[in-house]
Structures are given as C-alpha cells and as structure tokens.
C-alpha cells in the first residue's frame, strides 16, 4: 500500500493532466479521473505505470490506433470480477504510451465514444462513476465506492473547479472556409453543431477523417454536394 505522501505526490502529478484533457474533451469530471487513476494504478505504484499506463485502457477487440493511442502495448495479469465476490485471474493486453499526459487523453477520448454515451456531462462525481461502471470500463464491484472515497478523502473536487471543458463553450460562426486539415475554434464550432446534429464528435479541433466523414454525411442529408468542405451553404444548414 502506498504512503499517505506517494498518495499525495501521485494526485499532485496527474491532477494537471486530468484538467487538461477536460479542457480539451470535456465530460468527465477531473475528479472522477483522478480518482480512477488513483485505484487503478495504485497511486502510481503498479507495474503498468511503467508503461505510463494508469488508468487501465486494455486494447480491446482490435488494436486500431487512436489520436491519443499510437497502438503500442503490453500483457500483464490481471483480476476481472465476472460474478460478484470471485475474482478471475486472467493476462490481458492494456495499452501503452509515452506519457501520463497521453494516457489521460486516451482515457477521455475512450469515454466521449459511442460505447460510453451513458456518461453524461454536468452530473456529479458520484453520478458519473456510477454510469461509468454501467457501461462496462470495470469488472470491478467495489472499485465505484473506493473512487468515491478517494475523490472525498482528498478532496479531488477543488480540480473540478474553475475549468471551462470544451463542451461548454459557445463557438461563434467562423468567416473561413473549412476543409481537411483545418484546426482550432472554426473547426470546434463545426464538430459542436454536428453534434448538435445527432454526430458524436470530440471537440479537438482538428478537421480529420471522422469531422470530415460526419460533414459530408450531414451535407448528403441536408441536399448539399458532400464535398466535405464547410463554406457559407453548408454553415447556414448547420446553423438552422
């Protein structure tokens, strides 16, 4: 078990990180982060963290990278609870990057996806990890109630405050043309009124192949040439 000062110093180095990736993802409250990261990595101590594995991503079905994963990984053993109070001790593949910062990105943008829809942006801590657990990111009976602890223990909520996440932010029309490869707020403010339009979008800002995709669906339903360029039609469609 680590120390009351490893516990401390662990929180100190990921809180900033987990503020960050709010600021840029949103949704999941920086506590909540803070909290699971604390539980799965044992405050920084487990042999994953070597890795810079600290929240426990495993790869999954398919080892497709993402934005914040480059699909590098490692094996290692592991407790899954598939019936409540008996533990399986099985070797699962989790992922690896180069930084805690990048890990904590991974973990935001994992949650902002389809599979985790069920988490909902402005509820509370409890409420939040609660809906986590529904939808499946642990096997774990016990782990909601020990971040829920942890998140009160220390006083995690003070990193909650104060943060604007993207999510929240009103983006005005942009003047410029969008198209693949643009970056910044002209493209959040794209990705925010796809969304709006029933798309699931991280607000990143960068116009890759998913806002593209999206775009050009959106204009094939609103009876626009889908060229995936976003120009003064298309902004008008969105904006209605």
Sequence with gaps: MASEAINKKFIETIAPCAQYAYKELG????????????????YGTSVGTKYNSYLGQ?????????????GRFFSSKTKEEYKIGSH?????????????????????????????????????????MQQIKLCGYMTSSTEVN???KIIERYNLTQYDKGIVAAENVVYSIPETTIRKGSRGDAVKWLQQRLNEHGFALILDGVAGA?????????QSQHGLKPDGICGPATKKALSS
């Design 27 to 42: 949704k999941v409250l920086p506590s909540v982060c803070i909290g699971m990261a604390c539980v799965e990595s044992g």
């Design 58 to 70: 495993k790869v999954g079905s398919g080892k497709t990278a993402t934005k914040y994963w480059d």
């Design 88 to 128: 399986t001790v099985i070797t699962a593949a989790f992922r690896a990057y180069e930084s805690m910062q990048q890990c904590v990105l991974n973990y935001y943008e994992l949650l902002n996806k389809n599979l985790y829809s069920r988490v909902l942006s402005g509820v509370d801590y409890r409420t939040q």
């Design 146 to 148: 020990s971040v829920i």
């Design 210 to 218: 998913k806002t593209i995709g999206a775009l050009m669906v959106f």
